[in-house]
C-alpha cells in the first residue's frame, strides 16, 4: 500500500532527538540489581581465603559520549562509549581463624555498549521495537576496600574485579533487553494511530509498512487518511506512489501526497464544514460599498424593485468536494463552489436571490 503522508528523520534528527532516550536509558541502567559474589582465593602467605560481598549498590550510571545512527535495513543502533559507573557495598571475607567485614567502594570506567534496536509494524499500523542485539565491554574496574582486613581484600583485588566486571557486563544487556520489552514496546503500543481534528474530522496517520532504515536516515510510510468523524467511509480512490529526494541535509522532511489532501477535501465535505458566509460585517468599511442589493441591482434590475436597498449575504458552499493534483508539472486545484445570494428581510428572514456556480482551475 501506498503512503499518503511520509517522515524522514536524518542522522541530523536523531543527533537531536536522541537525548530524551538516552536519559530514559541512563535512569534504566542507574537502577541496576547486582548480586551478592562469594568465592575463595589463595594469598600469598595468607593461604585460603574465602570472601564476601553483598549489599552492592549502583549510585551512579553516566552515559556522557552517546549516538543513535540508522543501519540499512534493521533499524537502530545506539553506541555508548567512556561510560562509567560508582558502586559500593559491604565484605566479609574468613582465613584460617580470622573472620572480619567492612565496606568498599568501586568504580567502573570506559564503559562501552551497542544496543541494535529492530523496528517493524503490526496489524493495526503501531510500531514495534525490539533489541536484536546488545553488547557491553568494561576496560577498567577499581575497587578499594576498607576496614581492619580491608588491606587483605587489597591484596586479591583483580580477582574481585574481574568478577564484578563480568556480571556488569551481563547485567547491562539484560536490563537493555527488558527495558526495550517492558518500558519502551509496552509504551509504543499506547500509542494512537487516529486523531481527532476538531468534531467533525479525524485523520488516520497508522503505518502502512516497517519504517525503513537506510545509512544515511529513517523513513516511515503513514496512511496519511482524512475521515469523516460521522461516517467513515471507503475512499473511492488509491495513494499514487510517494517517494523522497535524495536529500539528507535538513533534521527531518515532511512529504504529502494529493491522496492525503483529497482525502481531507472529502471529509470536510462530507462533514458539511466547506459551507462559508459572507456578510456586510466582512467587508471593509473602506471599500466604498455596502454589501445590499443596490450593488447588484445593474445587473438584475428586479432586485431594486423587490428588495429596494436590502442588506445581503452570500453563503458559499462545494457542491462536490475539491480535487488536488500533484504531478511533475506542479499542483492543479479544481474547486467548484457554489454562491447562494439572500437579501435579509425585516424580520431576519431570507429570500433567496440568485445562485452563482463558480468553477476554478489553478495551477502552481
Not at 556488569?168 to 517492558?182: F, H, T
Not at 471529509?267 to 458539511?272: F, Q, V
Amino acid at each position: 500500500t501506498n503512503p499518503g503522508f511520509m517522515v524522514r528523520i536524518t542522522q541530523s534528527g536523531l543527533d537531536y532527538a536522541h537525548q530524551q532516550g538516552i536519559a530514559i536509558l541512563e535512569k534504566e541502567l542507574a537502577q541496576l540489581k547486582l548480586p551478592d559474589i562469594s568465592g575463595d582465593t589463595r594469598v600469598l602467605r595468607v593461604g585460603k581465603v574465602h570472601y564476601a560481598l553483598s549489599r552492592l549498590r549502583l549510585r551512579d550510571f553516566h552515559l556522557p559520549y552517546s549516538r543513535i545512527t540508522p543501519i540499512s535495513n534493521v533499524g537502530l543502533q545506539v553506541s555508548i562509549s567512556n561510560a562509567f559507573a560508582e558502586l559500593d557495598g559491604d565484605w566479609r571475607v574468613k582465613f584460617l581463624v580470622v573472620r572480619d567485614h567492612g565496606s568498599f567502594n568501586l568504580r567502573v570506567e570506559n564503559i562501552y555498549i551497542k544496543i541494535i534496536l529492530q523496528l517493524g509494524s503490526d496489524t493495526t499500523g503501531k510500531p514495534t521495537i525490539s533489541t536484536s542485539g546488545c553488547s557491553a565491554r568494561i576496560s577498567k574496574v577499581r575497587v578499594l576496600f576498607s576496614g581492619k582486613f580491608g588491606w587483605l581484600y587489597n591484596l586479591f583485588h583483580n580477582v574481585i574485579e574481574s568478577r564484578i566486571q563480568k556480571i556488569l557486563e551481563d547485567k547491562i544487556c539484560d536490563n537493555v533487553v527488558k527495558s526495550v520489552q517492558n518500558d519502551l514496546q509496552t509504551y509504543i503500543r499506547t500509542l494512537p494511530v487516529t486523531a481527532k481534528i476538531g468534531n467533525k474530522t479525524g485523520i488516520d496517520y497508522s503505518l502502512v509498512a516497517p519504517p525503513r532504515a537506510t545509512a544515511r536516515s529513517l523513513d516511515a510510510e503513514l496512511k496519511g487518511e482524512f475521515y469523516s468523524l460521522a461516517h467513515r467511509s471507503t475512499v473511492p480512490f488509491s495513494p499514487l506512489p510517494l517517494a523522497f529526494p535524495s536529500d539528507h541535509e535538513r533534521m527531518v522532511y515532511f512529504g504529502a501526497s494529493s491522496y492525503f489532501f483529497n482525502t481531507a477535501c472529502i471529509a470536510y465535505h462530507k462533514a458539511g464544514a466547506l459551507v462559508f458566509e459572507i456578510t456586510e460585517a466582512m467587508i471593509p468599511k473602506d471599500a466604498g460599498f455596502s454589501l445590499d442589493t443596490s450593488v447588484f441591482s445593474a445587473f438584475i434590475p428586479q432586485l431594486e424593485e423587490m428588495y429596494p436597498k436590502m442588506p445581503m449575504k452570500f453563503r458559499l458552499s462545494a457542491p462536490t468536494a475539491p480535487f488536488l493534483t500533484i504531478g511533475p508539472g506542479g499542483i492543479s486545484f479544481q474547486p467548484i463552489v457554489d454562491a447562494q445570494a439572500y437579501a435579509i428581510l425585516p424580520n431576519s428572514s431570507l429570500a433567496p436571490l440568485f445562485l452563482l456556480s463558480l468553477v476554478s482551475s489553478d495551477t502552481a
